[in-house]
């Protein structure tokens, strides 16, 4: 899949940038979500779940606190076969989208979630709401193409990344998405112009910048602009 995969949201450069802007408890907030990343990272769930229910305690209003313990919690219940952690990731992911309703990480999260414990109708359900509520956001489209994908729907994850880019042209996310699934469906030409559209938009993608260099290498060609031909004079 070209779509990240859930995990918890990085906020170091907010603990910069907003430390002129924020007070104690909001800067010690992001310093202890930044150390539970950390942690999370470094694969030690359950300290990093530590730090993110202490900055949930520092900050209840912050909801990327709420994220990132549901994903640990998320995490350590699939490793470990725990109901009772994705029981409460499930209750987390929810608490953080009433703080920010339109949290895209914790949307990507809760689906999986409900994916993986049988729940697919319920996921489909889950972003086909954030769709309606949310409808000049490409995010909750390009969530909601995952999903479709996933399910072997492509035609139509194809047309939700299509609307999820007259939305918002430049979303590298969504043209990434978009190059794969033609390049999948046979489409050489357009995917490679996808492909070199979210390039230029975001160079640090090392796959795509190979999936351009086969695709260019197999002797496949973007499609050309189209031109405009002057009528004739008739006078």
């Not at 990240?4 to 010690?28: D, K, R």
């Not at 998320?74 to 949290?103: M, S, V, W």
């Not at 689906?111 to 996921?123: F, G, I, K, P, Y």
Request: proline share 5%.
């Amino acid at each position: 899949m070209d779509y990240p995969s859930y995990c918890p949201a990085w906020i170091a450069a907010a603990l910069v940038a907003g430390a002129a802007a924020t007070g104690c408890t909001q800067m010690t907030s992001q310093a202890l979500n930044s150390e539970g990343v950390r942690l999370y990272q470094s694969g030690s769930y359950q300290q990093a779940a530590d730090q993110f229910q202490r900055a949930i305690a520092s900050n209840p209003k912050n909801a990327s606190g709420y994220y990132n313990l549901a994903a640990s919690l998320h995490k350590t219940g699939k490793l470990f076969n725990r109901t009772e952690d994705l029981a409460r990731a499930e209750q987390l992911y929810n608490q953080c989208l009433e703080y920010d309703p339109d949290h895209t990480e914790c949307y990507r999260g809760l689906a999986v979630l409900l994916t993986e414990t049988s729940r697919q109708d319920a996921a489909f359900r889950l972003l086909n709401g954030w769709v309606a509520r949310s409808p000049k956001l490409a995010d909750p489209r390009i969530e909601l193409a995952r999903l479709l994908e996933e399910t072997n729907n492509d035609a139509q994850a194809t047309t939700r990344l299509v609307a999820a880019i007259a939305i918002d042209p430049h979303n590298s996310r969504a043209l990434t998405a978009l190059g794969r699934l033609r390049e999948e469906a046979g489409d050489r030409a357009q995917a490679l112009a996808n492909y070199q559209r979210s390039l230029a938009i975001n160079r640090f993608q090392p796959q795509i910048a190979a999936r351009v260099a086969a695709l260019q290498a197999s002797g496949a060609a973007a499609p050309s602009m189209p031109t405009v031909t002057p009528p004739a004079d008739t006078r």
